[in-house]
């Protein structure tokens, strides 16, 4: 079946460590999203990327980091510079990252702080 | 500049009730509407969208939006809901001058027995 695989499904993080979500599509799409999701906050936009090796700031973008270097391979870091990290994240996709375009969404990684 | 307004962060129903959910938005240009629904612990699906044409759009699981340009609005209705319905519902709005959508903060729509 074709979709979007975010793992972990939970994660840990310690004060001072760098963790990294993975978000892997078989959808053949070029465009690829990270959004955090707060309680009663909605969807805010991380990083975006709609081509391969290339990638742009979103509305949070300080303490994240990303890379794009395979189509299907969207990774986020969260770093040390994340002072409040304990979110939802969720990765997303669509076909040519169009604003009229449907996004594809996986499952959500939860992150918490130890 | 987009950006999305969600009237009601919480609306509770009872089962077989009709439902609203309210979504405003503003934008410059012309615009594109869509609502997703988000279960627990789960990723977002699209539930339908405003593209152009007809002003009433149709989507799954009985849900049907109404774009409104001299209001600014989408609300999303069903005419009468299920226990399963109950969920998270986000409106999004994106236009051909952005790289990116906006999504609202979302509205718990909690169907009761």
């Known amino acids: 079946d074709g979709g979007i695989t975010q793992s972990p499904k939970y994660l840990f993080r310690k004060e001072g460590q760098n963790v990294t979500l993975s978000c892997e599509q078989n959808?053949?799409?070029?465009?690829m999203y990270w959004y955090r999701q707060d309680p009663g906050q909605g969807l805010r936009l991380i990083y975006y990327s709609q081509i391969v090796n290339d990638f742009q700031k979103g509305d949070i973008a300080e303490g994240y980091s990303v890379s794009r270097e395979k189509k299907e391979s969207f990774p986020l870091t969260v770093t040390s510079a994340q002072k409040n990290p304990t979110a939802f994240y969720l990765c997303a996709s669509s076909r040519k990252g169009q604003t009229n375009e449907k996004l594809f969404f996986g499952s959500g990684t939860q992150l918490s702080v130890l | 500049a987009q950006s999305v307004t969600q009237l009601d962060s919480q609306v509770p129903v009872f089962e077989e009730a009709p439902v609203e959910l309210r979504c405003n938005y503003s934008s410059s240009v012309s615009v594109y509407l869509f609502w997703y629904v988000q279960y627990p612990n789960q990723g977002l699906q699209l539930l339908l969208k405003y593209l152009s044409g007809s002003t009433l759009v149709k989507g799954i699981n009985g849900f049907e939006a109404e774009f409104n340009k001299s209001q600014t609005s989408f609300h999303l209705r069903k005419p009468s809901v299920h226990i399963s319905d109950t969920a998270e519902y986000f409106c999004a709005v994106g236009n051909t001058n952005a790289g990116k959508s906006t999504f609202g903060d979302g509205t718990t729509l909690t169907v009761k027995p």
């Open positions: 959808l053949n799409h070029d465009a």
